[in-house]
């Protein structure tokens, strides 16, 4: 049997990650350390712990995260 | 006012705690603290600064999602990043003694503008819509083109779901799941049509999906168990 990519993502959005996960005021108080730690090589999932099953969870949160990471990385660079 | 001053408080289990100790400041953002807390002409130009960073970062996330918004000109792009650097500004200047140097300052401080952009561009592109709010619970995952394949297990996870979308969750969760997992309104889009913010609205998204997980598990379904049947 082969799940339907779309089946899975919707059953994803519906029930949301499986693990605890920070709120969306935590998410954006630690986005700017998760993201130097991302980008340092440092494992950023154990440093603060439940953010990256809120990012799964909440897209706006994630496009933030998205957005950060890529400026703050391309800046590093250059 | 700003975006990041209207998030409430995560009422979601986040049980970390945290008890590290205040990192030391990298000298550039000592000098960004520094010079915003002085006086005068310096304390103004530091101002000044800010504001050019917190453009830049704004423009960025406008030329990011201009290709999802192909209604907006190009002046209107650069109206929603002045006017997100300028409520970003007003947030970092209201909070700047709860910067601790956790990171970068430049960092901290694009943070506030990337989130002002983004809520104004998603609030934008949803301007002359029509939320939906009140779910026809039988069409509910047909509407959002959800099927399920030949298998029995996806059948009866969905009918479960279904079922339990209508009789487990309270009317306001019911709405909020399937506005946002179901129709894909943008969250800081449903906040502000019902007048609440983007944290309390997670809470609710989260008290529900738990409420559904729960349910699943308690019938011998779950998403994970799907996924291992495969």
């Known amino acids: ?78 | 006012m700003s975006v990041a001053t209207t998030v409430g408080r995560p009422q979601v289990d986040s049980t970390t705690s945290r008890s590290e100790a205040t990192p030391v400041l990298d000298p550039e953002s000592r000098e960004w603290l520094r010079s915003l807390r002085s006086h005068g002409r310096e304390h103004d130009e530091a101002v000044e600064r800010l504001h050019s960073l917190l453009l830049r970062a704004a423009r960025y996330e406008c030329a990011r999602r201009r290709p999802a918004l192909p209604h907006l000109r190009g002046n209107d792009l650069d109206d929603i990043a002045n006017q997100a650097a300028d409520d970003a500004l007003v947030s970092i200047l209201a909070r700047l003694d709860s910067f601790r140097g956790a990171s970068r300052f430049t960092t901290w401080a694009y943070k506030f503008a990337l989130l002002e952009a983004a809520v104004k561009l998603r609030r934008r592109a949803w301007q002359s819509r029509e939320v939906p709010l009140e779910p026809e619970t039988w069409s509910l995952f047909a509407s959002a083109g959800i099927k399920p394949d030949q298998s029995a297990e996806q059948s009866e996870l969905l009918d479960t779901l279904q079922g339990a979308i209508a009789d487990v969750l309270s009317p306001h969760q019911r709405r909020v799941l399937v506005a946002l997992a179901l129709n894909g309104v943008p969250i800081d889009v449903l906040a502000e049509r019902l007048n609440t913010t983007r944290g309390a609205l997670y809470k609710t998204l989260h008290d529900a999906r738990r409420k559904l997980r729960s349910h699943l598990e308690e019938q011998g379904l779950s998403l994970e168990t799907l996924e291992e049947t495969k």
């Open chain 1, 1 to 78: 049997m082969t799940e339907r990519p779309d089946l899975k993502q919707a059953l994803g959005r519906l029930l949301g990650p499986a693990g605890p996960e920070v709120g969306c005021d935590e998410c954006f108080e630690q986005l700017d350390r998760y993201v130097e730690l991302e980008l340092a090589g440092a494992d950023a999932d154990a440093a603060i712990p439940g953010l990256r099953a809120h990012l799964v969870g909440c897209p706006a949160c994630r496009e933030e995260h998205e957005s950060l990471r890529a400026l703050v990385g391309g800046e590093q660079a250059l």
